[in-house]
């Protein structure tokens, strides 16, 4: 977790908000759409030499944290 936290970014004047690698105009879902759409790590660091593979890793921790919620257990 502290490794998003130092990672990931959310500043109203960067992306319009949306959360971001480092403070860098990387939006975490243009990691996970790079990817979604078949790229590796490494061909994703080549096009963003800027980006660390921590980034990548922070990225994909974001939005597992962000997909999870609580089970309610409903009494039948």
């Given at each position: 977790m502290s490794e998003v936290t130092n990672r990931i970014?959310?500043?109203?004047?960067?992306?319009?908000?949306?959360?971001?690698?480092?403070?860098l105009r990387v939006r975490v879902?243009?990691?996970?759409?790079m990817l979604a759409g078949g790229a590796t790590r490494t061909e994703i660091l080549v096009d963003y030499p800027y980006l660390e593979d921590e980034d990548i890793?922070?990225?994909?921790?974001?939005?597992?944290?962000?997909?999870?919620?609580?089970?309610?257990?409903?009494?039948?």
């Open positions: 970014t959310i500043d109203p004047d960067i992306c319009g908000g949306r959360p971001c690698v480092r403070g879902k243009d990691i996970l759409d890793t922070a990225a994909l921790d974001y939005a597992a944290l962000l997909t999870d919620h609580a089970v309610i257990a409903v009494a039948q």
